[in-house]
């Protein structure tokens, strides 16, 4: 059912005072909408570079990891994990039973 039409001085000033609240409460919404979104488009940038980051860091690790290896491999050195926990080349006292 439509609202009736504003009769009274009272009536017009509170419509007008509730249009331009809801205007003012629009205009809010929009910039805060549109802060939101960049603060969005940072974050997902952040995201794409750490994501980027890490995956170099894995392959970088991958590489050390082979690197390691193959050296103690030609100098036939044993690798393996030590009583606390440390991988690497090891003597037979430090290997684990």
């Known amino acids: 059912m439509p609202e009736a039409a504003p009769t009274t001085k009272r009536d017009i000033g509170l419509t007008r005072l509730y249009r331009r ?21 940072e974050l997902e940038a952040q995201v794409q570079r750490l994501q980027r980051d890490l995956g170099n860091a894995e392959m970088d690790a991958e590489i050390w990891h082979q690197v390691a290896i193959d050296a ?26």
């Open 72 to 97: 103690a491999a030609c100098h036939n050195l044993p690798i393996g994990v030590t009583r606390d926990g440390q991988a690497g080349i090891v003597t037979a006292s430090q290997v684990t039973a």
């Open 21 to 41: 609240l809801e205007r003012d409460t629009l205009t809010h919404l929009r910039q805060h909408s549109a802060e939101q979104a960049a603060r969005i488009d």
